[in-house]
C-alpha cells in the first residue's frame, strides 16, 4: 500500500515566485491535513478537508497561502508571491475520519527553500 | 486552548539501556487521543504508540511503551532496550475525538533523543 505521496521532495525558489506544494493522500482516506514545520514554531496545522471540503483553515498564515483539494486523491499548497519567511518543511497527512481510526499517515515532506 | 509541553529539548542514552519522554498536556476534555510521533533524520514522522484516555491500561508497542496520569494529565513515552536505530526527534501530540471537535493534532515542541553506542 503506497503512503501519502507528497511532491516535489525538495523546492528552492527565489522570493516573489508562485510555489505549489502537491499531495497524493492515501487511498480510501477522507481527511487531509497540510502542516508546516520550523524551528521557530514546530509543527503546525495549516488547514485540513473532511471530504475534500477545507474544514479549517485558521491555521493559514495569510492571503499569500491557498489551499485546494479537488478531488479525493489530490491537493495543492500554493504560496504567492512566496517570501524567504515562508522556508520550511510542509507536511501532507491523511487519515479515514471515524472513531476506529483516527490515526494521522505523513507524507515524506517538501522542505521549501525561498531565497 | 489545549497545549502539549514536552519540558525536553535533548535527551541521551546508552545503547539497550531504558529511557523516559516527558509530556504533559493541558485539557478540560474527558475523551481525547495522545499520541508520540518519531521523526528520524529522514523526516519522515512516523506513529510509535497512542494511547485512549477513557483507556486505563498504558499502550504498550513492543519496547515502547506509555505511562499515562490523566490526572496528571501527563503521557511520558519509555524506549526499552534503546537501538541506534531509535535515534530521532519524537513528538507529544493530542487530539480530541471528532464529535463536536477538530481533527486537529496539536504538537508539542518534540524531543531529540540521541542513542550512544
Known amino acids: ?115 | 486552548a489545549q497545549t502539549v509541553t514536552q519540558s525536553q529539548p535533548e535527551m541521551s542514552v546508552q545503547e539497550a539501556e531504558t529511557v523516559t519522554l516527558s509530556c504533559t498536556y493541558d485539557t478540560s476534555e474527558s475523551d481525547y487521543y495522545l499520541f508520540w510521533y518519531k521523526q528520524p533524520p529522514s523526516r519522515q514522522m512516523i506513529l510509535v504508540i497512542r494511547q485512549e484516555a477513557y483507556k486505563q491500561q498504558n499502550a504498550t508497542e513492543n519496547r515502547f511503551s506509555v505511562n499515562f496520569q490523566k490526572a496528571a494529565k501527563s503521557f511520558s513515552l519509555k524506549i526499552s532496550d534503546s537501538q541506534l536505530g531509535d535515534a530521532a526527534m519524537y513528538f507529544c501530540a493530542y487530539k480530541i475525538p471528532e464529535e463536536g471537535g477538530s481533527e486537529k493534532l496539536v504538537f508539542g515542541k518534540g524531543t531529540k533523543l540521541t542513542v550512544n553506542p
Open chain 1, 1 to 115: 500500500d503506497a503512503g501519502v505521496i507528497q511532491s516535489p521532495r525538495h523546492e528552492v525558489t527565489e522570493m516573489g515566485q508562485e510555489v505549489t506544494l502537491r499531495c497524493k493522500p492515501i487511498s480510501g482516506h477522507n481527511s487531509l491535513f497540510w502542516y508546516r514545520q520550523t524551528m521557530m514554531r514546530g509543527l503546525e496545522l495549516l488547514i485540513y478537508f473532511n471530504n475534500n471540503v477545507p474544514i479549517d483553515d485558521s491555521g493559514m498564515p495569510e492571503d499569500r497561502f491557498s489551499a485546494k483539494m479537488p478531488n479525493a486523491s489530490f491537493s495543492t499548497l500554493k504560496i504567492q508571491p512566496s517570501e524567504p519567511r515562508d522556508s520550511a518543511v510542509y507536511f501532507c497527512a491523511s487519515s479515514r475520519r471515524n472513531r476506529a481510526s483516527y490515526e494521522q499517515y505523513f507524507g515524506p515532506g517538501t522542505r521549501l527553500t525561498v531565497t
